[in-house]
Every structure is written in structure tokens, then in C-alpha cells.
């Protein structure tokens, strides 16, 4: 259970927590041979977790929110300051995020590409890149559509193969 306030030291004279079930357990002092020390510790700990919840809900509530004070009508109030919002932490911690998700993806793409035969190599290109139709590129090989249909079928399926 989180807590949201200390205990006072004046109180510190044993501990209540809670079980994940709702049972209250006492640890008292001189009990069980429960020490002074124990006892400090265990509020300790808490005051730790009390004190890092705070702070972060300072560091997103403060800090992270202020660049976002509202939508439509209510985003006219906009600290002027914080019009640019390139240097919003959110922004660029999820901007570095999603360009290394891209490159890694492209990395993957890189090497599959380099395990397709030159036929296939040609045949995405001409597919994927130049958006060419299968009419088209048969036309052009002298195959039927269906042909270049099963050949697009298997450079698909060789590269889920690789890229999984």
C-alpha cells in the first residue's frame, strides 16, 4: 500500500503495514525480538518511498504537464515561453525512442534484403518502390500475372521468415 505521509517520530514506537489481502499486522517493539533499530528501519524505508513519490509526482505533475495546459479554447492561456516544444523532455525522450524502433526496424530490413536472390531483389523493387502493378511487371517479363503473384508470395513469405 503506497503512503502518502510520514509517520511522526513521536509515533515510531512499532510499525503497521498491510498485507496484499488487507491483514493488519502490528510489529511492536520488544516483541518477537523486535529491536529499536528494527523498527527505525522499517519507518525509514517508508519515508524513502514517500519522499520518491513525491518527487515524481512534482517532476510530472510540474515540470512534464506545463508543456501541456490544455486543448482548443483552453490552450490559449499557453505560457508564451513554452511554445517550442522541441525542448519538451516527454517529446524527446519518446522522438529518441521511436527513431531508434525505426532504425532497428530498418537495420532487420537491411540484412533480410541482403538474403533474397537478385530475381527477388528486383521484383520488391519494382513492386515497392516504383509501385508497379503485377500486370505490369508480367507484361514486362513475359509471365503471366499469376506467376508474379506466386513469386511476390514467396519473396513475402522469405522475408516473415527472416525479419521473425
Known sequence: MKRAYKTSKKKRTNYIYYTAEGTKIVITLGEDGVTEADIELLHTMDDDEVDEQRRYDYRVTTHLDAYHDGEEEAANDRNKYLADDTTNPEH??????????????LDKLTKAMECLLPQQKELFKKVYLEKRSNTDIAAEEGVTEAAIRGRLKKLQERLRKILS
Do not use: G, K, P
Open 92 to 105: 524527446l525522450i519518446t522522438q529518441a525512442e521511436d527513431e531508434a524502433q525505426h532504425q532497428n526496424i
